[in-house]
């Protein structure tokens, strides 16, 4: 079998077939066999070994959830045998150190491991974190072969380890919705920018490599200084030709290779067989300084000679591309993984990903406001045109300026899996009953005469703080014209644009007061901006609110997510 299969895993349940695949004798036959506890087989098939690696691949009948189930190979005299089998459904949880950070690092940590024995049917796998300059067939080493929850030996095997705690709680929780096992792949390594963990169709279609000639996979081409990622999904790259060199630092967690395309070809790559039922994402916060915390894994200089090679993630690197390299990598990871699956795995895979969370008080850096903008490919909300079938977790009021490991590694990881499993249910699983998404604005109305705009949000507002410094509006010098500028999203919401005037002269944010906030609307005093408005935007700070304190929520408890 190929390394990612073992005792204690789960396949995809019905109605997608699991692909099982290994290696052999070349021109061998192989005859993989199902069977229950009581040794019934259930199901037969047979595969020749071909190619130059000498591989097998079948594709067992979808099957109910359900298990245990004995798995078993051979080829002449030779067998494997792999018990305790489970179908269910199987997610990968991948990204930098917040995904990495492990249950033992979590807020009431001692109680989340105390509960793992009560899980057995959320089974969990961690590649090692690996880099290759070629796509490689099959994971080079394991770090933690598939296995039942237990709280020393895996969920808390250490800092930045394994068990991601992001992936165990989001598994967890899916399992007590579901009712049905969770196989949980982790492929994590921190400080590691997204053209790390990018195929080279996507760093060419976002213009962050040299055109070399090769065609594979799904076109995504330039055109017009956008990217059309498959279905027209547009977005600014400005040309780069950016010479990326491998890391300079040893094997770490957190200061992870950033040499293009080397995560992806070592660790994402060799999943692509796998039959998978969702991905969870956690990237783009920038490298972990230490900050007084001991670590043999820690980076403690950031020398701009050495910016490639020491973490830097897209909060510093290629930020204004990620509105590209985000929906390209979610639109290729698809395409890759149905491709690698046989078609089993499905063409819209559903993808979560959690908006960044914050990092530095009072910082005039925007480099975070923009990656979070940038994450929803600059529309604010998903799902929309640009990025179906994902869902969004928002995380800018989950600070936590005293963590032990950094304030950019924030261990209110609760609050994130659950806000991913309301969009997993909804998205991933259809169940309309799920309220994912934090209100959002549908309209804005200037009200010349009074100096007031007000903003009309989709759904009903709760008032938590009333912080003067939320909304900002962007003013200038012309005759008003009121007017609003809509663009529709799966989600049903619009996108916001209030402008006076289609001749913008330069102009700076200015605060916009809440003088009044209705069930749905919220109203603010233009003092410094009463002839022209030509934007506004809401939470545009890197550290934007105390812990659960944003200003606007839903009555689910979910944050307005910023716009702009």
């Not at 290779?257 to 992806?264: D, E």
């Not at 929309?384 to 950019?408: I, K």
Request: hydrophobic share 40%; charged share 15%; net charge negative.
């Amino acid at each position: 079998f190929a390394s990612y299969y073992g005792d204690h895993m789960v396949l995809q349940q019905k109605p997608s077939g699991a692909v099982v695949w290994g290696h052999g004798e070349l021109g061998a036959v192989v005859t993989l066999t199902l069977s229950g506890v009581s040794g019934l087989v259930i199901m037969e098939k047979t595969a020749q070994v071909k190619g130059p690696s000498g591989t097998w691949t079948t594709v067992l009948d979808p099957m109910d959830w359900g298990g245990p189930y004995a798995l078993r190979a051979e080829q002449g005299l030779e067998n494997v045998t792999l018990r305790d089998i489970y179908f269910g459904d199987v997610w990968l949880c991948s990204g930098q150190s917040n995904m990495a950070m492990t249950v033992l690092q979590v807020a009431n940590a001692s109680q989340e491991l105390a509960t793992a024995a009560r899980y057995p049917y959320v089974r969990v796998f961690a590649a090692a974190p690996a880099r290759s300059s070629v796509e490689l067939e099959d994971l080079e080493q394991i770090d933690l072969p598939w296995s039942i929850p237990t709280a020393a030996e895996n969920l808390g095997h250490g800092n930045f380890t394994y068990f991601s705690a992001v992936c165990w709680l989001l598994g967890r929780s899916l399992y007590e919705a579901l009712g049905t096992p969770i196989g949980l792949v982790e492929a994590v390594w921190g400080g590691t920018p997204i053209e790390a963990w990018s195929s080279r169709r996507v760093l060419k279609a976002c213009g962050l490599l040299e055109d070399t000639g090769r065609r594979e996979g799904p076109q995504i081409s330039l055109c017009h200084g956008a990217c059309f990622n498959l279905k027209a999904a547009m977005c600014f790259v400005p040309p780069l030709n950016l010479a990326l060199s491998s890391s300079t630092s040893p094997h770490q967690h957190l200061s992870g290779p950033q040499r293009p395309s080397v995560l992806w070809n070592a660790m994402i790559h060799p999943l692509l067989n796998m039959t998978l039922r969702g991905i969870a994402w956690y990237q783009g916060e920038p490298p972990f300084l230490c900050l007084g915390w001991s670590s043999p894994h820690c980076s403690t200089e950031l020398s701009p000679a050495l910016f490639w090679g020491t973490g830097e993630a897209n909060t510093l690197l290629n930020t204004d591309q990620y509105n590209c390299t985000f929906p390209a990598l979610i639109a290729d990871w698809r395409w890759a993984f149905h491709t690698g699956s046989g078609g089993q795995t499905e063409p819209r895979l559903p993808f979560g990903f959690v908006q960044l969370s914050t990092y530095r008080h009072e910082s005039a850096d925007d480099s975070f406001a923009r990656l979070r903008w940038h994450q929803t490919a600059d529309l604010g909300v998903v799902p929309n045109a640009r990025m179906p079938s994902t869902f969004m977790a928002v995380a800018m009021d989950l600070g936590d300026e005293h963590s032990p490991y950094g304030s950019v590694h924030p261990r209110d990881k609760q609050n994130v899996a659950h806000r991913l499993l309301l969009g997993a249910m909804a998205v991933a699983y259809g169940d309309k009953g799920f309220v994912f998404q934090g209100p959002f604005p549908t309209r804005a109305v200037l009200e010349v005469t009074r100096g007031l705009l007000n903003v009309t949000y989709s759904q009903e507002l709760i008032w938590r703080q009333r912080d003067a410094q939320a909304f900002e509006v962007r003013g200038g010098i012309s005759s008003p014209k009121s007017c609003r500028r809509g663009g529709s999203t799966d989600g049903g919401f619009s996108l916001p644009q209030v402008c006076c005037s289609s001749q913008a002269s330069p102009c700076q944010w200015l605060l916009a007061p809440v003088v009044a906030v209705e069930s749905h609307t919220v109203t603010l005093a233009l003092s410094g901006c009463r002839t022209l408005v030509l934007g506004l935007r809401y939470a545009w700070a890197e550290w934007p609110c105390e812990y659960l304190a944003c200003p606007l929520y839903n009555s689910q408890g979910l944050p307005a997510p910023p716009f702009l």
